[in-house]
């Protein structure tokens, strides 16, 4: 199941004080709000429980299943992305991110090509974002692709009812669309990451988990700031995993390990329906 959608829930990494933590190079004074650096906007702890999450909605199912799955969901984004873009990824960035998230996810070669080519002769299809309430309050967003809106329209009611959720008008307010970098976490501290951060030109970053549960840090940029954001952080030798365009919650909904239980059911409901390409949610669970 491909889950980039669902990692949202990070903790976001604040040390004790942030001037402690940046580098002399910066030569940010105590007024560093005025200072050319821009500054970087912290989002509020997210305390222990998002480990707690990231353990609860990740796929306990066979290794081989899964890959499955995240392999389809990505070869749906593809298909928007050529839909946007055309299919030569030199000229589409969108598409170019998308192979290297594929290639970082083991999918061969001639699959990534297969899917590529797939899209281009794809039947043509709309592309639609429901916003739904889930367990506990949750908001979720639904992203869609799908040839039969009445269909999809019935198949996501029909989920969210039989499992504790409902359309929702106005949970799309609660997220703001961001540019979003990805690099392995074991290969920077907390404090140094901030320092890239503030370098970089990245809003926040955080911590969260992969689908194995390794640890991965997400820097976190407006859009038109992805690519700069991108070359800046791999400038600082740091390993892209992924970059991409995400929605990032405003605000969390905190949710015990009851409702979180529930939750993760209805996403996986969800993401397991052949027309749903991503599940966000603004999920964090109670430490």
Do not use: Y
Request: charged letters at 25%; a neutral charge.
């Amino acid at each position: 199941m491909l889950r980039p959608a669902l990692l949202r829930a990070g903790r976001s990494l604040r040390p004790p004080t942030l001037a402690a933590s940046l580098p002399a190079s910066c030569g940010l004074s105590p007024a560093w709000g005025t200072s050319p650096v821009r500054p970087l906007q912290l989002s509020s702890a997210l305390c222990a429980g998002h480990n707690k999450w990231s353990k609860v909605k990740h796929i306990k199912g066979p290794k081989d299943e899964a890959r499955a799955k995240t392999f389809m969901k990505l070869g749906m984004l593809m298909r928007i992305a050529v839909k946007e873009g055309g299919s030569n990824p030199d000229l589409n960035i969108n598409l170019a991110h998308l192979v290297e998230q594929c290639r970082s996810k083991n999918m061969p070669k001639a699959s990534i090509d297969a899917a590529i080519k797939s899209a281009e002769k794809a039947k043509p299809a709309s592309q639609h974002m429901f916003e739904a309430r889930g367990p506990g309050g949750c908001l979720l967003l639904v992203e869609v692709l799908t040839d039969n809106n009445s269909r999809t329209l019935q198949d996501i009611k029909r989920l969210l009812n039989k499992n504790g959720g409902m359309l929702s008008d106005g949970a799309r307010h609660n997220f703001n669309r961001r540019g979003v970098v990805v690099v392995p976490g074991h290969s920077v501290s907390a404090e140094r990451a901030l320092e890239m951060a503030i370098e970089a030109g990245a809003e926040d970053v955080q911590e969260t988990e992969d689908e194995e549960e390794k640890l991965q840090l997400k820097f976190i940029c407006t859009t038109s700031d992805l690519n700069k954001v991108r070359g800046s952080l791999e400038g600082l030798g740091l390993q892209i995993t992924s970059a991409g365009l995400e929605f990032v919650p405003r605000n969390h909904s905190s949710l015990d390990q009851e409702q979180l239980e529930a939750a993760s059911t209805l996403i996986e409901a969800l993401t397991d329906c052949p027309d749903v390409v991503r599940v966000w949610d603004n999920i964090q669970a109670d430490s």
